[in-house]
């Protein structure tokens, strides 16, 4: 059965292989260097598939639990699964980065970023709603200006940590500094989550 849509992408990292290959004679990708592009992306699907399919059923399955007012603890442990699963998919995504880096010139990455920021800017602009597989209109129960106010400081630092993290990959920051980044993102993520969750 074909899953639904992500209704949160899948990680904050900028999707360079696809947007390289749709758009190869903006960026004067050669016939050479779109082989090379593509057996990597053979190889990088591979791996990143099963990770990406795995986090939609995850957010399924966090969303079931949710709606069947299942016990906080079995919720929590989702929502830990789905912080690992992200940060794992956003390694694949930078090592992606720094491989199609190693088959261009720097040149042309440089094009690819300034295109990228210009036709994909609105990526950076993460959604202030659809930045958690528990939606705060979902918490109506127990609403009061504490949660609102701890809720409302998340998203503001998780939206403002997607910026950074991708503009860090756009500048070529190392996988390091840039994984610190995600992951201290995706925790916070995770922290919204159980929020809401004990919030009920």
């Keep these: ?36 592009l593509l057996s990597l992306k053979k190889t990088i699907m591979s791996t990143a598939h099963p990770i990406k399919e795995g986090i939609t059923k995850l957010e399924e399955d966090i969303q079931k639990l949710w709606l069947n007012k299942a016990d906080e603890k079995d919720i929590k442990e989702v929502l830990l699964q ?10 694949i995504k930078i090592v992606c980065r720094d491989k199609v880096k190693e088959l261009i010139s720097e040149e042309q990455w440089n094009n690819i970023v300034e295109q990228y920021s210009t036709k994909r800017g ?3 602009d993460a959604s202030f709603e659809n930045i958690s ?12 200006e504490g949660f609102l106010n701890s809720t409302c400081d998340l998203r503001n630092s ?31 993520r995770f922290q919204l989550g159980v929020l809401c969750v004990s919030s009920r």
């Excluded at 789905?82 to 390694?91: G, P, Q, S």
């Excluded at 597989?133 to 009061?144: R, S, Y």
Aim: glycine share 2%; no cysteine.
């Design 133 to 144: 597989p528990i939606h705060q209109n979902n918490t109506v129960g127990n609403i009061n």
């Design 122 to 124: 609105y990526e950076i």
């Design 158 to 188: 998780i939206t403002k940590k997607e910026k950074e993290s991708q503009e860090m990959s756009m500048q070529s920051r190392d996988y390091d500094d840039v994984m610190k980044m995600i992951k201290e993102l995706e925790h916070e």
């Design 82 to 91: 789905y912080e690992k699963e992200r940060i794992n998919f956003a390694d």
């Design 1 to 36: 059965m074909k899953r639904q849509k992500l209704s949160i992408n899948p990680t904050s990292m900028p999707a360079y292989m696809g947007f390289t290959l749709q758009n190869i004679s903006i960026l004067n990708i050669t016939d050479e260097q779109k082989q090379n």
